[in-house]
Structure formats: structure tokens, C-alpha cells
Nanobody, 121 residues
Framework: QVQLVESGGGLVQPGGSLRLSCAAS????????MGWYRQAPGKQRELVAA???????SYADSVKDRFTISRDNAKITVYLQMNSLKPEDTAVYYC???????????????WGQGTQVTVSS
């Protein structure tokens, strides 16, 4: 069974920083794209940042130049460094990973349980 466990969320003042981590565990044979999504109350889940297996990154326009996504393949972990946080960044943040798992022939999407980020004074 595969698990993605996020950590690092919390309450931060506007202008502050947080670093989210998401560690995957289980019978993982290969790791492909990884990413972070977020969902604010009453809104659809949106892609925040993504990183390919080769390290190429992409970001939502709303977080460019403030957030940085990175990964450690040896630890099967993806990170999201969030700087200059704004109240509109408040949401539940979910990690996502495209993984090839033992016993399954093709890669599938896996999700973490979510971590709350609240930006407020």
C-alpha cells in the first residue's frame, strides 16, 4: 500500500514563509511527476506547482517567484517552499505523485491527505 504524508502546514502571518514536505512510502518502483495542489473553501482544487522526474518545474501564475518546488528522489519526497505568503494562499494543500507501484503494470496518481495553510494576521 502506498502512502503520501504531508507535513509543514500551519498558521503564518502575511509575508511569512512555510515549507511543506510530502513523503511517499510503500512498494514504489518508479517516481514520475510530482506536484502540489490546493483547495480553498468554496473553490475548485488547483495546481500550484509541478516537477517532472527530470527536475523541470512549472508554477501557477499566482505563486510564481514566491513558491519553489523541489524533490529528493532518494527519499521519495517533494517539497514546496512558500515565501511572501498572502491571505489568498490560505487553503488545504495536497501533494500528488505519479508512481509505478509493485503489482500494478502502469503508473497511477496518488494523493496525500492534505495539510492546512492559513495566512492571517
Amino acid at each position: 500500500q502506498v502512502q503520501l504524508v504531508e507535513s509543514g502546514g500551519g498558521l503564518v502571518q502575511p509575508g511569512g514563509s512555510l515549507r511543506l514536505s510530502c513523503a511517499a512510502s510503500g512498494s514504489i518502483l518508479s517516481i514520475y511527476d510530482m506536484g502540489w495542489y490546493r483547495q480553498a473553501p468554496g473553490k475548485q482544487r488547483e495546481l500550484v506547482a509541478a516537477i517532472t522526474s527530470g527536475g523541470s518545474t512549472s508554477y501557477a501564475d499566482s505563486v510564481k517567484d514566491r513558491f519553489t518546488i523541489s524533490r529528493d528522489n532518494a527519499k521519495i519526497t517533494v517539497y514546496l517552499q512558500m515565501n511572501s505568503l498572502k491571505p489568498e494562499d490560505t487553503a488545504v494543500y495536497y501533494c500528488n505523485a505519479d508512481l509505478l507501484v509493485g503489482g500494478i503494470e502502469i503508473p497511477n496518481d496518488y494523493w496525500g491527505q492534505g495539510t492546512q495553510v492559513t495566512v492571517s494576521s
